[in-house]
């Protein structure tokens, strides 16, 4: 990565297999970091991937490490693991590039019902959503309360 001419950081990546990239190893010099540039670089580096074809992105961080870990869950990444070692705790994270996969994710953690080419994939049947009208209308904004003095 640079700055200009400058030399700022790296990114390491490599490939599990024809369909998954596995993100291996970004670093900063001390004096960029905590400034976004990590927020910055991963948009640029999921376009890279989708473009080489690959449709599964994984990683593996320290569970304290939220300068990498915070950015990736707010690009859409989600959390597969943890895995407890002699260092400390690793967070397994995982992101679909492809749409019908990322369902599936779904799907299988209990988040929504089957559906459409994801319930094909998994061999379950499909089970229609719930239209909006069976969905419940709940307040948008909580009332304040009166303040007593």
Known sequence: MYC???LIGWHHAHALDGRTVYMADTGLLPEHQ??????RLLPHLLAAFRAAGFTLV???????NTAVIL???RAGFYLQGLNAYEGGVNAALTLSLDDTYRQAMHV???LRAPSGE????LGVPDEALPGLADAPS???HRKRRAAWI
């Open 34 to 39: 905590g400034r976004g540039v990590y927020s």
């Open 4 to 6: 200009g001419a400058e």
């Open 108 to 110: 299988r953690s209990g």
């Open 118 to 121: 994801a319930a094909r994939r």
């Open 58 to 64: 994984q990683s593996h961080h320290r569970a304290t």
């Open 71 to 73: 950015p990736k869950l």
């Open 138 to 140: 709940l307040p948008c």
